[in-house]
T-cell receptor
Framework: ETGVTQSPTHLIKTRGQQVTLRCSSQSGHNTVSWYQQALGQGPQFIFQYYREEENGRGNFPPRFSGLQFPNYSSELNVNALELDDSALYLC???????????????FGPGTRLTVL | GENVEQHPSTLSVQEGDSAVIKCTYSDSASNYFPWYKQELGKRPQLIIDIRSNVGEKKDQRIAVTLNKTAKHFSLHITETQPEDSAVYFCAASGVGTSYDKVIFGPGTSLSVIP
């Protein structure tokens, strides 16, 4: 198992609500990426944070936002939830987003979000 | 945009046989290609990766080959066992940017029949 943890494990929300998901990176890792994995699909890149700043973003609307804290833990916030936001949300940590483009990412167990 | 294709989408093999999964990528600047195994309800786990400065890498029963000219790479699992049953994802890193954007393929569901 990796040292990456996520909370909560499961979450149920209704349309229009807001949600915050949390990720704790593996020790020594200063970069975290967030992915959305819909059922039966591969993970889709949402964004990456490196040393508390957004370092790249995929094709997701602005209502998906994030934070990274000085201890390199991270949050994913989603506003105005839609039914299609139902998915497994995965975070992955790596050592250095800027100096190691090809560094290995280690995934957390994910948060299963259901939007009703 | 960047894209990773993966085939087949499902694969069923007899225990002890070999399994091969193939992927192609679109971004010629990509130079890191990890493979992840995801069991039902669990996180993706890295099983092997390859960088563009080598053409082949092997780790026990698992091997990956890379053809940069053709922009495709493959996963080979030999002597398959029932515990190899899972969904396998190939991926390519979005090199050319400053961040570790990893583009995943759609996955291959592998079933190993005892």
């Amino acid at each position: 198992e990796t040292g990456v943890t996520q909370s909560p494990t499961h979450l149920i929300k209704t349309r229009g609500q807001q949600v915050t998901l949390r990720c704790s990176s593996q020790s020594g890792h200063n970069t975290v990426s967030w992915y959305q994995q819909a059922l039966g699909q591969g993970p889709q890149f949402i964004f990456q944070y490196y040393r508390e700043e957004e370092n790249g973003r995929g094709n997701f609307p602005p209502r998906f936002s994030g934070l990274q804290f000085p201890n390199y833990s991270s949050e994913l916030n989603v506003n105005a939830l839609e039914l299609d936001d139902s998915a497994l949300y995965l975070c992955a940590s790596s050592r250095d987003g800027l100096l190691a483009h090809t560094d290995t990412q280690y995934f957390g167990p994910g948060t299963r979000l259901t939007v009703l | 945009g960047e894209n990773v294709e993966q085939h087949p989408s499902t694969l069923s093999v007899q225990e002890g046989d070999s399994a091969v999964i193939k992927c192609t990528y679109s971004d010629s600047a990509s130079n890191y290609f990890p493979w992840y195994k995801q069991e039902l309800g669990k996180r993706p786990q890295l099983i092997i990766d390859i960088r563009s400065n080598v053409g082949e890498k092997k780790d026990q029963r698992i091997a990956v080959t890379l053809n940069k000219t053709a922009k495709h790479f493959s996963l080979h699992i030999t002597e398959t066992q029932p515990e190899d049953s899972a969904v396998y994802f190939c991926a390519a890193s979005g090199v050319g940017t400053s961040y570790d954007k990893v583009i995943f393929g759609p996955g291959t569901s592998l079933s190993v029949i005892p």
